[in-house]
């Protein structure tokens, strides 16, 4: 079985740092599109970052750019959310989803929920003021 994990969230103040963590189990990971969303109560879930199967494309929404940064390594099948600058806005759960199409399918839709078909269980993001 597929499965995605997050972890590295936690309670941080205002102007600090987090970086969560993406691990993948059941197989590589290496032809997948990979995402983070996020999701705060009583709102719909939003797309974070996205990096494409090669790390040639990366993409951001715009309210996290200069301040989050998404990387992979394929051959530890682990995908990282690297946040800085947290700003109380920033609170929810955030969650990886894998793209499985990939490469492919030739276009990666990254900010459309229903490109992404594996999901991790999300993990929680505190930031205080």
């Known amino acids: 079985q597929e499965q995605l994990l997050e972890s590295g969230g936690g309670l941080v103040q205002a102007g600090g740092s987090l970086r969560l963590s993406c691990a993948a189990s059941?197989?590589?990971?290496?032809?997948?599109?990979m995402g983070w969303f996020r999701q705060a109560p009583g709102k719909e879930r939003e797309f974070v970052a996205g990096i494409n199967w090669a790390s040639g494309g990366i993409y951001y929404r715009d309210s996290v750019k200069g301040r989050f940064t998404i990387s992979r390594h394929n051959a530890k099948n682990v995908v990282w959310l690297q946040m800085d600058s947290l700003k109380p806005e920033d609170t929810a759960v955030y969650y990886c989803a894998a793209d499985r199409r990939g490469y492919y399918s030739g276009t990666y839709y990254y900010e459309d929920l229903s490109a992404y078909d594996l999901w991790g269980q999300g993990t929680q993001v505190t930031v205080s003021a």
């Open positions: 059941g197989r590589t990971f290496s032809t997948y599109n």
